[in-house]
């Protein structure tokens, strides 16, 4: 099991459930040192006081804010752990609201919350079971690492999961970055649509979902330990200049088939029929007596791919 990284409660009313926070996700980059190229002598990084112009070491470093060059007033954990906030040791739940409603933009990394004991144990599993019967998540506000910050509080397998999230003030304007005017067609829509379609799959996983430039960087890695030849680099595809762009989703979408072993016919495209062509074909009585008595099935109207 991952270290603690924070120990509290999750404040939901006047119910408390004391938690300890882990680490959800795991980072598997393979990671580099600095060498001195001609003797292979590590390089590492000092820490150097300005004052005295000597190395220091790590239990005579300390935090601070510096009001000017000459003036810093001196913060400790024992400041930060003490602050004058509700949040400073409780996870405080303000609100409950549609996942759906979430900007993806404003989450960030993710936190397992671990029931402290069996105290915790009952309170815990209401609030997993409220938040699941519920469809809703819940936002929070907590203080960690000397600021105080917002939270979503969801269900994964059973277990509460906090992921920080963004202000709203820290989330940039997109406004300025708004493509030119262009004018998309019906026929082009429905065309995407065909290929999202082609490609949509039921969860993330198989060789498709896997980190390639890792195992890269690790042949390589290999093959220089075993003073072999470096694994040859496949020439990446160059994108071509989109003239057609149905066409450019037709092709795409046979791509996507054979990408996954699915039938290649070819995808269905239609156009939407104009004013003029509709007028040419009238249903005969039969026909439109039949139409009307069928029954109608709501929703986009269905398409083959």
């Given at each position: 099991?991952?270290?603690t990284?924070?120990?509290?409660?999750?404040?939901?009313g006047?119910v408390t459930?004391?938690?300890?926070?882990?680490?959800?996700?795991?980072?598997h980059?393979?990671r580099?040192?600095?060498?001195?190229?001609?003797?292979?002598g590590?390089?590492?990084y000092?820490?150097?006081?300005?004052l005295?112009?000597?190395?220091?070491?790590?239990?005579?470093i300390?935090?601070?804010?510096?009001?000017?060059?000459?003036?810093?007033?001196?913060?400790?954990d024992?400041?930060?752990s003490?602050l004058p906030?509700?949040?400073?040791?409780?996870?405080e739940i303000d609100a409950?609201?549609?996942?759906?409603?979430?900007?993806?933009?404003?989450?960030?990394?993710?936190?397992?919350?671990?029931?402290?004991g069996q105290?915790?144990?009952?309170?815990y599993?209401?609030?997993v079971?409220?938040?699941?019967?519920?469809a809703?998540?819940?936002?929070?506000?907590?203080a960690?690492?000397g600021?105080?910050?917002?939270?979503?509080?969801?269900?994964?397998?059973?277990?509460?999961?906090?992921?920080?999230?963004?202000?709203?003030?820290?989330?940039?304007?997109?406004?300025?970055?708004?493509p030119?005017?262009a004018?998309?067609?019906?026929?082009?829509?429905?065309g995407?649509?065909a290929?999202?379609?082609?490609?949509t799959?039921d969860e993330?996983e198989g060789?498709e979902?896997?980190?390639r430039?890792?195992?890269?960087?690790?042949?390589?890695?290999?093959?220089?330990?075993?003073?072999k030849?470096?694994?040859?680099?496949?020439?990446?595809?160059?994108?071509?200049?989109?003239?057609?762009?149905?066409?450019?989703?037709?092709?795409?979408?046979?791509?996507?088939?054979?990408?996954?072993g699915q039938?290649t016919?070819?995808?269905?495209?239609h156009?939407?029929?104009?004013k003029?062509?509709?007028?040419?074909?009238?249903?005969t009585?039969?026909?439109?007596?039949?139409?009307a008595t069928?029954k109608?099935?709501?929703?986009?109207?269905?398409?083959s791919?």
């Open positions: 099991m991952p270290r990284i924070w120990s509290g409660a999750i404040s939901f006047l459930v004391p938690i300890n926070v882990v680490s959800a996700t795991e980072d980059s393979i580099f040192h600095q060498y001195h190229l001609p003797d292979q590590r390089v590492r000092r820490k150097v006081c300005e005295e112009d000597r190395e220091v070491a790590q239990e005579e300390g935090k601070g804010y510096e009001l000017s060059p000459t003036q810093v007033i001196p913060i400790t024992e400041d930060l003490n906030l509700p949040t400073a040791k409780a996870i409950f609201v549609p996942l759906e409603s979430v900007d993806p933009l404003k989450i960030a990394e993710g936190y397992y919350l671990q029931p402290a105290v915790a144990a009952k309170p599993k209401l609030l079971k409220a938040l699941s019967r519920s809703k998540v819940a936002v929070a506000k907590y960690w690492s600021r105080e910050r917002l939270g979503l509080l969801r269900v994964r397998d059973d277990v509460l999961v906090l992921h920080a999230m963004r202000w709203p003030d820290e989330i940039r304007d997109p406004t300025e970055l708004l030119p005017p004018a998309v067609s019906e026929q082009e829509i429905e995407a649509l290929l999202m379609d082609t490609m799959v993330l060789p979902f896997q980190d430039y890792t195992e890269a960087v690790a042949r390589i890695i290999e093959a220089k330990r075993e003073a030849p470096l694994p040859e680099t496949p020439a990446p595809e160059q994108p071509a200049q989109v003239l057609d762009l149905m066409a450019a989703l037709q092709e795409s979408v046979q791509k996507a088939k054979t990408a996954r039938d016919s070819p995808a269905e495209v156009e939407l029929p104009t003029k062509a509709a007028a040419k074909k009238q249903p009585e039969k026909a439109a007596a039949k139409k069928a109608r099935t709501p929703g986009r109207r269905p398409r791919a």
